[in-house]
């Protein structure tokens, strides 16, 4: 399996983990100097993004 997005392989392994349903490359795999670290939204910014997009 390969993860190619924007036509560069930044991962690739015959050696494939699922969980959840989705399958999940070996970090080993993956060209984690292509990578950038994005900050992740606090649980509170996640709740109030779901509940404003709910309607009543």
């Not at 699922?18 to 670290?37: F, N």
Request: glycine letters at 2%; hydrophobic letters at 45%; charged letters at 25%.
């Amino acid at each position: 399996m390969k993860a190619v997005p924007d036509s560069r392989v930044i991962a690739e392994s015959d050696h494939i983990v699922e969980a959840a349903g989705y399958p999940y490359l070996p970090r080993d795999s993956v060209r984690m100097a292509w990578l950038e670290r994005v900050q992740k939204p606090s649980r509170i910014a996640l709740a109030r993004a779901a509940c404003s997009s709910m309607t009543w």
